[in-house]
């Protein structure tokens, strides 16, 4: 059995269709089909249900295409570690979530270029989610995002916990009704939270903090961004809970209050692939944990590596 034969099964197994599935493969139908009916030879077993439109894996085909998918994954992985491996020119390919451009990803990677001047930083937005399906296909190199999601070939390193503070539209009633709020205190606003999609995100967060206090908010509005978001705090369209460092963001028609609960925090998480050990990647983990010494900022204890 060949990788080939697994790649065109995951692609029948997928389009349920072998049109699509050779559309997708770019080549003709009858050779996907041979191969097909070569795959199920070699395993001397039936991968698709005889006559069924659209296909239908059998319980066997299920049980291969879970782990197919797995195989080409790491394959993948492989290639564009070896790649890396290999390269002479050195490159850091950086996937992040919007709301760490409000805390110290900027200074984090103006220092890294600045002493490391032989490495090309390459960075792109994307979600914690995007992010661990691009460090498995090796189009990113290292992912900032805020959800701790669990993958067996993903290491993750909790950076720190940043404080959740509250944004309201500027002379609403809550700015000067106490010191510090409780989100108690904000079930009768409307809840506006992001991104809307794709779900894990810090949107799940925020709810989760309202039901693990059994509270429910009197409206939420879903909407796709940071940005976005604090516009509509701004238009009075209602209330959002954000990272502290988003505090840094000064909008004159925006004011931000500290929440009571020390435990209504967000992470800022590292992720890497687990098997990368790239100087690169330690390079930029010691230069974080240095600015957060040099900015006297609390931070999580690091790992052993
Ligand atoms: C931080 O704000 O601590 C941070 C943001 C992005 C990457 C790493 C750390």
Known sequence: MELRHLRYFVAVAEE????????????????????????????????????????????????????????????????????????????????????????????????????????ELSLQEMTTMEQIKALKEGRIDVGFGRIRHEDPSIRRVVLREERMIVALPIGHALESAKPVLSLHDLIGETLIIFPK?????????????????????????????????????????????????????KRDDVSYKELDDPNLVSPIIMSMRMLDESEDIRTMLDLIYALYVEERMAFMPPPEI
């Not at 909407?223 to 701004?234: C, F, H, K, P, S």
């Open 197 to 249: 999609a794709p779900r894990p995100s810090y949107a799940d967060q925020v709810l989760a903090a309202f039901h693990d206090r059994s509270l429910k908010p009197h409206r939420i509005y879903e909407t796709r961004e940071l940005q976005i978001a604090l516009g509509l705090v701004a238009a009075g369209e209602g209330i959002s809970i954000v990272p502290s460092s988003v505090h840094g963001l």
């Open 16 to 119: 349920r269709n072998f049109t699509r599935a050779a559309q997708r493969l770019h080549i003709a139908q009858p050779p996907l089909s041979r191969q097909i009916q070569q795959l199920e030879e070699i395993l001397g077993v039936q991968l698709f249900e005889r006559d069924s439109r659209p296909l239908k894996l059998t319980d066997t085909g299920r049980f291969f295409y879970s782990h197919a998918v797995q195989l080409l994954a790491q394959t993948a992985e492989l290639e564009s570690m070896t790649k890396r491996v290999g390269k002479i020119e050195r490159s850091l390919s950086i996937g992040f979530v919007g709301s760490t451009l409000y805390g110290m990803l900027p200074k984090i990677i103006r220092r890294f270029r600045a002493e490391n001047s032989a490495v």
